[in-house]
């Protein structure tokens, strides 16, 4: 049985993901590197620092560390600006329906977010009440793809992880999950080959009671 379901946030509960990469695109624009929409996907869920290193490329080395933190700085302000413009209505297609079904079943829910700004961003979405735990890199020492932020919600729940589904469209975070005993569940061709137990293409396609049919599946194999 469902004890628990750990959400990711972005790309998950809203398309935030298309936000950081607005952010980021902006950054990298301003200093003449490339950056594309499959980039911004792979950097999902890795911290402020890894990120510029992934953005800088090649050209890393000829940055100072105080300059690379400037940069991360600079997206995050950017960032924050677009978050601004978020409402109840930019939750993706059936989230809302999903939430609602695992709350009236009586089971808690984390949010797992490698951003600053989950708080403020599921305020604004509307969907703050429906979380009994936020875990965010405020709370954590180890980012994506550690375990560590999905094994926190899970012992802030009190559940065994044996008994939590997590759902994340990150790589980074679907390799953290993987390193757990959860069941993990993609939203995504681009997660694939990381094999998840279940792979959706899109947030319509995530029902509670298809997760508790093939969570019951893999149970007991």
Not at 20 to 38: C, L, M, N
Not at 46 to 69: C, P
Not at 112 to 119: F, G, I, L, P, Q
């Amino acid at each position: 049985m469902i004890k628990a379901v750990i959400f990711d946030l972005d790309g998950v509960i809203a398309d935030t993901v298309e936000l950081y990469y607005i952010a980021t695109k902006r950054v990298a624009d301003e200093i003449g590197v490339p950056f594309d929409r499959q980039l911004n996907q792979k950097l999902q869920g890795m911290s402020r620092q890894a990120m510029v290193e992934a953005l800088l490329g090649e050209t890393a080395h000829e940055w100072t560390e105080e300059e690379k933190r400037a940069l991360g700085d600079r997206r995050g302000q950017y960032y924050r600006e677009l978050i601004e413009q978020l409402s109840p209505s930019d939750v993706l297609p059936g989230m809302i329906d999903l939430l609602r079904d695992i709350q009236r079943d009586g089971v808690p829910m984390a949010l797992a977010s490698s951003s600053s700004n989950a708080s403020v961003v599921v305020e604004r979405l509307g969907v703050r009440s429906f979380f009994d735990v936020i875990v965010d890199v405020k709370t954590i020492t180890r980012m994506k793809p550690d375990p560590e932020i999905f094994l926190t919600a899970a012992k802030h729940l009190y559940v065994d992880p044996r008994f939590c589904v997590a759902i994340e469209d990150g790589e980074a975070g679907m390799k953290a999950i993987k390193q757990t005993n959860m069941f993990s569940v993609g939203i995504g061709n681009h997660l694939a080959s990381l094999s998840p137990d279940w792979l959706v293409q899109q947030t319509t396609q995530l029902t509670w009671d298809e997760l508790k049919k093939r969570f019951m599946q893999k149970a007991g194999q």
